[in-house]
Structures are given as structure tokens and as C-alpha cells.
């Protein structure tokens, strides 16, 4: 179905960055574009006009246009790995990834058959999402089938592309979330069928990791990313030391952890896997080849002490695999963005291999759409593209207000606002043309 938004045009006006090609690729002059003073027009949910102001203030006639001030005029943020059935969890003490699991996850996660509890959750989690001018977003559900009606159902009331999936696990897990091999692949195949491109959402085929599903289970679940190749797949791959050593226990005819994937064809375009901090090269190379990307998940690499993934490692010329930026709640400890660069320019510093803020910014936004084949639709400001937007107050906090007298470039200016920045950097969230959210 294509997106139809009944209401009039809207204009808005600002300066406006937006990407066009990867900077870890490309030199930087040639991957965005930057207007000091510019105008959207946005009509039935997508951006009809944009360019400078001067240019198309003359066009507008009686359109009445709204103007931003200090502000920069960005494509939304996307969040490429989340888990909003851990929003009642975020902060728990961590530990490590297994124990959190067990300590935390799967007990929060039990209450998800209560179709009530799941509404409840899915109308905080996406009202936080829009506060912090994320308009886009891959979700993990729980095994139950209502956790996933919970999310596209509240979502579907802002038009939101979301694209979330029930988790399929059989084994390593209570008794009370577990399904079989046969339930998972009922359960997944009748939510494809109610809710795959229904207006924007997307369904993701969603093993929640190698470890919590049997041979069995990875079988029929390949089946059904065969039945339906044009769904996302979603899990997690190498996120922590003692995990991996694990799937080696588990599977020991694969080669790798990433090998368990491919295995039963769950390595495709428009698959993506959560954290990929220990890959091998093997791994990164059979990743390029499949056409799969990984989500750079910083701040709960950093919260369970699992590591720093190395994005320029990831992104080597000679196999470039495609990153996308995640916050990864509950064990990510914040719905903003911004802060979510923050962490990950710590882990780049970590593994000897800054880059810029152009970088990060591109990352949060194009380089995520890319992430999920989605750049036709999502993660630039372009005439035709879906008009889901963010517009950042560039002076929100009084040190930010300060400290951005002395920014001497654009450069230093994102870097400010991702540095120091968070929820109140965020003027406004528009999705599909309208304003759903104004801080």
C-alpha cells in the first residue's frame, strides 16, 4: 500500500542537512548537502518541494510556512535494533549479556500476552521515540503474537514505518516463552499476512538469536525467508565473548557464528544483525557478499562490557558490509540519537579509528536506510521521498547555547549536538508531513 496522508501542505523553514552519498567512501564535499536557509513543502505524506528559501518563498502563494530558528532541518532518525518490550527495563543492572537475559529480559518480556500491557508499553516506547525525533525503527517484539499487534497497531495511528517481528525461540529460555519450530512459523507467517506493507509497515522475520532456537526452528524459519523474500530478518550475531563461544558449543559444523545464519538463508539483503562486535574477517566477507548489514548498538555494547565495534573495520573497501545506528533498549540506555553517536564515537576512539560527526550524522540517517534497503524512501530530504523529519534545536540547553558561539563550522556544530545533546535538542518530529511531536 502506499502512504496517503489527507491533510494540506505544510512549509517549513530552516537550515537543512541532508546526505547523498557514504563519507567513509566518498570524498565529504560530494555526500551532503547543506542550506543555511531553506524550504520543505510536504504534501500527502511526501516532500513535494525543497530547496532554497529564496527560490520557492515566491512559489508558496497563501501557504502559510512555519520558520525555525537556530535550528537545523534533518531526515529522521532511524533506529536499526530496538527492543520496546525492554522500555520497562531500561537501567536494570547489567552484568553481562546472558545473566541480563535471564535476570531481566525474559521475566519483563512474560507479561507481553497481555494484550493490554503490550499497548501500554508500545504508546510509551513510541511516544519516546517521537520526542526524541526517531521516525523510523526495526523492532524486536516478544514470542507473543499480541506484542507485535501492540506495536503496528499504535503505530499505524501516526503513520509510522515501523518494522518489528515476533521473536521465535524453542530451547534456553522459560517455559512461558518458548514456541516450537511449527508455532513459530504459523505464528510469523499469519502476522506477515495481516500486517506486511499495511500502509508502512514491514514485517521482520525475527529468530531472536542462534543460541534460543534448534536446528529445527532455524529450519523453518529459513523456510519461511524463503516464502517471503521481501521481509527483513532481524537477530543478533558475535555481541559478546562468552556468547560466541556458546554457538560454537551449539553448532559445531558451523564456521563461524555467521555461518549458523547463512546456513539455513538468513543472510540477505535486508538482513540485519545486532552488535557484530567480534566478527572475523570471514565474517565480514561473507556478510558483503550476502548483501547483510550489522546495527552498531554503542551504548549496550558498552553497558553489558561486550565491546566496541570498529565501523571503518566494517566498512573496508575491500568488503564493505552496510552499518546502521542503534540505541538497542533496554540494555541501550537512551531513547536519544544523539546520545546513541555520542557512545559511538567513543567506541571509534576506543579502537584507534575516529571519524567525524558528518560521519555520525550520516550514519543515523542515510547510512541506516541503506542499512535496510529503505534509501529509496527514507533518510534524505529529497522531492518523492517520505516526509519524516527532525528539526534540531541547535541552542536547547544553556551549555549548548554557549558553547555554540564559538562553533566555527558545521562540522564542529553537529559535534556539539551530538556530544552534548539529547531529548531536548529536539524542536520538532514530523511524520509523513505532519507534526507529531514539538519540544
Given at each position: 500500500?502506499?502512504?496517503?496522508?489527507?491533510?494540506?501542505?505544510?512549509?517549513?523553514?530552516?537550515?537543512?542537512?541532508?546526505?547523498?552519498?557514504?563519507?567513509?567512501?566518498?570524498?565529504?564535499?560530494?555526500?551532503?548537502?547543506?542550506?543555511?536557509?531553506?524550504?520543505?513543502?510536504?504534501?500527502n505524506g511526501k516532500i513535494s518541494v525543497v530547496g532554497k528559501?529564496?527560490?520557492?518563498?515566491?512559489?508558496?502563494?497563501?501557504?502559510?510556512?512555519?520558520?525555525?530558528?537556530?535550528s537545523l532541518m534533518m531526515p529522521g532518525f532511524i533506529d536499526?535494533?530496538?527492543?520496546?518490550?525492554?522500555?520497562?527495563?531500561?537501567?536494570?543492572?547489567?552484568?553481562?549479556?546472558?545473566?541480563?537475559?535471564?535476570?531481566?529480559?525474559?521475566?519483563?518480556?512474560?507479561?507481553?500476552?497481555?494484550?493490554?500491557?503490550?499497548?501500554?508499553?508500545?504508546?510509551?516506547?513510541?511516544?519516546?521515540?517521537?520526542?526524541?525525533?526517531?521516525?523510523?525503527s526495526t523492532i524486536f517484539c516478544t514470542v507473543f503474537p499480541?506484542?507485535?499487534?501492540?506495536?503496528?497497531?499504535?503505530?499505524?495511528?501516526?503513520?509510522?514505518?515501523?518494522?518489528?517481528?515476533?521473536?521465535?525461540?524453542?530451547?534456553?529460555?522459560?517455559?512461558?516463552?518458548?514456541?516450537?519450530?511449527?508455532?513459530?512459523?504459523?505464528?510469523?507467517?499469519?502476522?506477515?499476512?495481516?500486517?506486511?506493507?499495511?500502509?508502512?509497515?514491514?514485517?521482520?522475520?525475527?529468530?531472536?538469536?542462534?543460541?534460543?532456537?534448534?536446528?529445527?526452528?532455524?529450519?523453518?524459519?529459513?523456510?519461511?525467508?524463503?516464502?517471503?523474500?521481501?521481509?527483513?530478518?532481524?537477530?543478533?550475531?558475535?555481541?559478546?565473548?562468552?556468547?560466541?563461544?556458546?554457538?560454537?558449543?551449539?553448532?559445531?559444523?558451523?564456521?563461524?557464528?555467521?555461518?549458523?545464519?547463512?546456513?539455513?538463508?538468513?543472510?540477505?539483503?535486508?538482513?540485519?544483525?545486532?552488535?557484530?562486535?567480534?566478527?572475523?574477517?570471514?565474517?565480514?566477507?561473507?556478510?558483503?557478499?550476502?548483501?547483510?548489514?550489522?546495527?552498531?548498538?554503542?551504548?549496550?555494547?558498552?553497558?553489558?562490557?561486550?565491546?566496541?565495534?570498529?565501523?571503518?573495520?566494517?566498512?573496508?573497501?575491500?568488503?564493505?558490509?552496510?552499518?546502521?545506528?542503534?540505541?538497542?533498549?533496554?540494555?541501550?540506555?537512551?531513547?536519544?540519537?544523539?546520545?546513541?553517536?555520542?557512545?559511538?564515537?567513543?567506541?571509534?576512539?576506543?579502537?584507534?579509528?575516529?571519524?567525524?560527526?558528518?560521519?555520525?550524522?550520516?550514519?543515523?540517517?542515510?547510512?541506516?536506510?541503506?542499512?535496510?534497503?529503505?534509501?529509496?524512501?527514507?533518510?534524505?530530504?529529497?522531492?518523492?521521498?517520505?516526509?519524516?523529519?527532525?528539526?534540531?534545536?541547535?541552542?536547547?540547553?544553556?551549555?549548548?547555547?554557549?558553547?555554540?558561539?564559538?562553533?566555527?563550522?558545521?562540522?564542529?556544530?553537529?559535534?556539539?549536538?551530538?556530544?552534548?545533546?539529547?531529548?531536548?535538542?529536539?524542536?520538532?518530529?514530523?511524520?509523513?508531513?505532519?507534526?507529531?511531536?514539538?519540544?
Amino acid at each position: 500500500m502506499s502512504v496517503i496522508v489527507n491533510h494540506p501542505k505544510t512549509a517549513i523553514r530552516g537550515a537543512l542537512l541532508t546526505f547523498k552519498k557514504d563519507p567513509f567512501f566518498h570524498p565529504m564535499a560530494e555526500c551532503f548537502w547543506y542550506e543555511s536557509d531553506a524550504i520543505i513543502v510536504m504534501e500527502n505524506g511526501k516532500i513535494s518541494v525543497v530547496g532554497k528559501a529564496d527560490d520557492i518563498l515566491p512559489t508558496l502563494g497563501d501557504i502559510s510556512v512555519k520558520h525555525y530558528r537556530d535550528s537545523l532541518m534533518m531526515p529522521g532518525f532511524i533506529d536499526s535494533h530496538v527492543h520496546y518490550p525492554q522500555t520497562q527495563i531500561i537501567g536494570a543492572y547489567g552484568e553481562q549479556l546472558i545473566d541480563w537475559l535471564n535476570n531481566y529480559t525474559f521475566i519483563a518480556e512474560q507479561n507481553f500476552k497481555d494484550r493490554a500491557h503490550a499497548d501500554e508499553v508500545a504508546e510509551v516506547f513510541l511516544r519516546e521515540q517521537r520526542r526524541n525525533g526517531v521516525t523510523a525503527s526495526t523492532i524486536f517484539c516478544t514470542v507473543f503474537p499480541e506484542s507485535v499487534d501492540a506495536i503496528f497497531a499504535e503505530a499505524e495511528k501516526y503513520n509510522m514505518r515501523i518494522m518489528a517481528g515476533k521473536v521465535c525461540m524453542d530451547r534456553y529460555a522459560p517455559e512461558a516463552l518458548l514456541d516450537t519450530p511449527q508455532k513459530a512459523y504459523d505464528e510469523s507467517k499469519a502476522l506477515i499476512e495481516k500486517w506486511h506493507k499495511r500502509g508502512r509497515a514491514e514485517y521482520v522475520i525475527t529468530p531472536r538469536f542462534a543460541p534460543t532456537s534448534t536446528h529445527e526452528q532455524l529450519e523453518m524459519i529459513g523456510t519461511l525467508a524463503s516464502e517471503f523474500p521481501d521481509t527483513l530478518i532481524q537477530s543478533h550475531v558475535s555481541e559478546n565473548i562468552k556468547e560466541i563461544e556458546w554457538v560454537k558449543e551449539l553448532f559445531p559444523k558451523a564456521k563461524d557464528y555467521t555461518d549458523v545464519y547463512d546456513q539455513y538463508g538468513l543472510l540477505r539483503d535486508r538482513a540485519i544483525y545486532g552488535h557484530g562486535v567480534h566478527l572475523t574477517e570471514r565474517e565480514f566477507h561473507i556478510l558483503n557478499e550476502r548483501g547483510s548489514a550489522v546495527a552498531h548498538c554503542p551504548t549496550s555494547n558498552f553497558f553489558l562490557g561486550s565491546g566496541a565495534f570498529n565501523v571503518h573495520q566494517a566498512k573496508s573497501a575491500h568488503r564493505p558490509i552496510k552499518v546502521g545506528l542503534a540505541t538497542d533498549l533496554g540494555a541501550g540506555t537512551s531513547f536519544s540519537i544523539l546520545q546513541t553517536m555520542n557512545e559511538a564515537y567513543k567506541a571509534a576512539q576506543l579502537n584507534g579509528a575516529p571519524y567525524s560527526s558528518l560521519h555520525t550524522f550520516y550514519l543515523a540517517t542515510k547510512g541506516t536506510a541503506e542499512a535496510l534497503s529503505l534509501e529509496d524512501k527514507i533518510g534524505a530530504l529529497e522531492v518523492g521521498m517520505e516526509a519524516d523529519l527532525v528539526v534540531l534545536n541547535l541552542k536547547s540547553t544553556p551549555i549548548i547555547e554557549y558553547r555554540m558561539r564559538y562553533a566555527q563550522s558545521l562540522e564542529e556544530t553537529l559535534f556539539i549536538q551530538m556530544t552534548l545533546g539529547d531529548d531536548r535538542a529536539i524542536a520538532a518530529t514530523y511524520i509523513a508531513g505532519k507534526m507529531v511531536y514539538e519540544g
